[in-house]
């Protein structure tokens, strides 16, 4: 939401990035905070239900599918905050959830209704984590970089 994908600096989370709804969707969000080597990934969500199919939402399984696989490609904490409640006839399904760099839910509020998911987090897991599996460390920056500027000059030109 904006024009510029930029990761900040905090004293107490260490490097941060945010996204905020659809953007959190685009893999090329989630490459542009792994470059930027973020320790905490935030997405800031109003996500209504969609695809519901008995107890299940398809929206919500989503997130959580995305948040996991980017926590653990990222080697960070990824944070969802989504909204909740009814309004204009849209349902917003909650379920805001902090998942650990190793990809495993470390806190998860309640879909539907109204919480407050709180979590603990070790910083050094975010070092074992890298450790275990060295994702951003190996990841090839410059060559990315050149293929995204081939791909540009080809369809932009």
């Not at 309640?110 to 951003?136: G, H, K, M, N, Y």
Request: charged share 25%.
């Amino acid at each position: 939401a904006g024009d510029r994908i930029q990761a900040f600096d905090t004293t107490r989370f260490g490097r941060t990035g945010m996204l905020i709804c659809e953007d959190f969707w685009h893999l090329s969000a989630a490459a542009i905070m792994q470059a930027e080597e973020v320790d905490m990934l935030l997405c800031v969500s109003n996500s209504p239900a969609r695809g519901v199919d008995g107890p299940k939402i398809r929206t919500a399984e989503t997130y959580e599918n995305i948040c996991r696989a980017y926590a653990q490609l990222l080697g960070a904490v990824v944070i969802l905050v989504n909204r909740t409640g009814f309004e204009d006839g849209l349902c917003f399904w909650g379920g805001s959830m902090v998942v650990g760099p190793d990809g495993q839910i470390i806190a998860q509020a309640p879909l539907l209704d109204e919480s407050l998911a709180v979590a603990e987090f070790d910083p050094l897991e975010l070092r074992r984590a890298r450790i275990t599996t060295p994702l951003a460390r190996d990841e090839r920056l410059l060559l990315t970089i050149e293929e995204l500027v081939r791909i540009k000059r080809q369809r932009y030109s």
